[in-house]
C-alpha cells in the first residue's frame, strides 16, 4: 500500500533523494532535512491513465470495482505526500508539466541516461540476405498500445517483430497475421542487432519518457512513434524519425508509407541519441548537488 511509505523511519538522515513513479516520492524527511525526488510520473493509473488500466476489458470486475473505491483517496494521497519533497526533478519536459498540472509545483527537468555506448550502430546496420523488417520492444501491456501496430501491419502486409511480453501476450499472438514475429524478451546482445538491422522501430504508445527510442536512435534506427508524450522530446521529426497523430491503426498505416518515401542517415541518427547519455545525465545530477551544496555551506 502507499502508505506504507510513510512508516519508514528517515530520522536519521539529512538528506533523502529518492526515485519515484508512484510512492516513494512519499518518503518523510526529518525537520530540517532536504528531500529530492526524481520524478518518472506521477502516479499515472489513478490519474491520465486510469482507463487503460481498469477501465472495460482492461481488468477484471473486482478490481474495476476495487479501483473505483480506492481512485479519489489515491489522488488526495498522491497530492498531499507530494508536499514532502522540497525539489522535484522530472525525467522530461512531459512529466514536468504533469507535477505543475496535479502537484501544483516546478520541478527541474533532467533526462535519464541510455546506454548509447552498448547499443552502438553498426557501420553498416543490414546485414546482406536479411529480410526487412521492422521492430517493436516493448511490454505487452494494454496502455502500450502494440495491438494498434499488429492491426496495422496485418494490413500492410509487412514483417513486424515484437520483443517482450506481457499480460496482453495471449491476446495479441492470437490476432496476429502470419508477417508479427513474437521473441519474447531477449538478451541485451540480441536486442542490440535487432535494432542495427531493423527498418524502423514502431512506438505507438505514450510514454513519460521512453528509453527504447533512445536506444533504437543510438544503434543508428530511425523511430516511428505516436506524436505524444515523451517521444516529442527525443525524436527530431524528419531527421531520426517521423510521426502518427492518432492512436489508431489507420494512422500508422499511413505514418509506415510516409516513413518509406523518405531518407534516413543511421550517423545522423546515433549522433542525437548521444545528447542522452549516461555521461550527460550524471553531469547534470553532479551540477544539481554542487549547486545545492555550496547554498548549503
Known amino acids: 500500500m502507499p502508505w506504507a511509505i510513510g512508516r519508514f523511519d528517515f530520522s536519521k538522515y539529512d538528506l533523502i533523494i529518492s526515485s519515484s513513479h508512484c510512492v516513494a516520492k512519499a518518503a518523510k524527511p526529518a525537520p530540517g532535512a532536504r528531500h529530492f525526488c526524481y520524478c518518472h510520473?506521477?502516479?499515472?493509473?489513478?490519474?491520465d491513465q486510469y482507463d487503460s488500466y481498469f477501465g472495460p476489458r482492461r481488468a477484471s470486475w473486482p478490481v474495476q470495482l476495487t479501483m473505483k473505491m480506492l481512485r479519489s483517496p489515491l489522488q488526495r494521497w498522491d497530492v498531499t505526500s507530494a508536499s514532502r519533497v522540497h525539489q522535484f526533478i522530472a525525467n522530461s519536459q512531459n512529466v514536468r508539466e504533469r507535477i505543475y498540472r496535479l502537484y501544483k509545483r516546478d520541478a527541474l527537468v533532467i533526462y535519464p541516461p541510455a546506454d548509447v555506448e552498448f547499443f552502438s550502430q553498426t557501420a553498416q546496420n543490414r546485414e546482406t540476405g536479411t529480410d526487412p523488417f521492422y521492430l517493436i520492444v516493448s511490454a505487452l501491456a494494454p496502455y502500450k498500445r502494440v495491438d494498434i501496430a499488429i492491426e496495422a501491419f496485418r494490413r500492410l502486409g509487412k514483417k513486424l517483430v515484437v520483443i517482450g511480453e506481457g499480460q496482453e501476450g495471449k491476446v495479441l499472438r492470437h490476432g496476429a497475421g502470419h508477417n508479427v514475429v513474437f521473441r519474447g524478451w531477449l538478451s541485451n546482445e540480441e536486442l542490440r542487432k535487432h535494432y542495427q538491422q531493423s527498418q524502423a522501430l514502431i512506438?505507438?504508445?505514450?510514454?513519460?519518457?521512453?528509453?527504447?527510442?533512445?536506444?533504437?536512435?543510438?544503434?543508428?534506427c530511425p523511430v516511428i512513434a505516436l506524436r505524444k508524450g515523451g517521444a516529442l522530446e527525443t525524436v527530431v521529426e524528419n531527421k531520426t524519425g517521423i510521426f502518427f497523430d492518432e492512436p489508431t491503426?489507420?494512422?500508422?498505416?499511413?505514418?509506415?508509407?510516409?516513413?518509406?518515401?523518405?531518407?534516413?542517415?543511421?550517423?545522423?541518427?546515433?549522433?542525437?541519441?548521444?545528447?542522452?547519455?549516461?555521461?550527460?545525465?550524471?553531469?547534470?545530477?553532479?551540477?544539481?548537488?554542487?549547486e545545492y551544496r555550496d547554498e548549503m555551506s
Open 41 to 47: 510520473t506521477p502516479m499515472r493509473y489513478i490519474w
Open 203 to 220: 512506438f505507438p504508445g505514450e510514454e513519460d519518457f521512453g528509453i527504447v527510442p533512445v536506444e533504437a536512435m543510438a544503434a543508428g
Open 249 to 290: 491503426a489507420e494512422s500508422l498505416y499511413e505514418a509506415v508509407l510516409r516513413f518509406e518515401k523518405g531518407q534516413w542517415e543511421p550517423g545522423v541518427i546515433r549522433q542525437h541519441a548521444e545528447t542522452f547519455s549516461r555521461t550527460r545525465c550524471q553531469s547534470a545530477f553532479r551540477s544539481f548537488f554542487v
